[in-house]
């Protein structure tokens, strides 16, 4: 089992950065694949990032290429997503995912454990 909890989350003007923060316990934190969602209202949930156990391979949506940085600290058992140039078109719910693999994935079905989620808002 796998608790994961988001933090970060917040209400930013365009342009604006903000960093999400999910800190997962209850399994060997480097041997899990983690990732990124969103949900807006009235859509379905999207991937946003992911990045492997190691932390060597990571992936993004096109959405965000260039924009949003996922990283994770082993050591803390944390995983980020770093935020930059926010658009109005970001805002939603973001939810932190687990694996129990080390491999990442693009498919929400792939993950077995999920946070609650955290709100982020951007304003233009």
């Known amino acids: 089992q796998v608790q994961l909890v988001e933090s970060g989350g917040g209400l930013v003007q365009a342009g604006g950065s903000l960093r999400l923060s999910c800190a997962a316990s209850g399994r060997t934190f480097s041997s899990i694949a983690m990732g990124w969602f969103r949900q807006a209202p009235g859509k379905e949930r999207d991937f946003v990032a992911a990045i492997s156990g190691s932390g060597g391979r990571t992936a993004y949506a096109d959405s965000v290429k260039g924009r949003f940085t996922i990283s994770r600290d082993n050591a803390r058992n944390t995983v980020y997503l770093q935020m930059s140039s926010l658009k109005p078109e970001d805002t939603a719910v973001y939810y932190c995912?687990?694996?129990?693999?080390?491999?990442?994935?693009?498919?929400?079905?792939?993950?077995?454990?999920w946070g609650q989620g955290t709100q982020v808002t951007v304003s233009s």
């Open positions: 995912a687990a694996r129990k693999i080390w491999a990442l994935s693009y498919n929400a079905d792939d993950y077995n454990y």
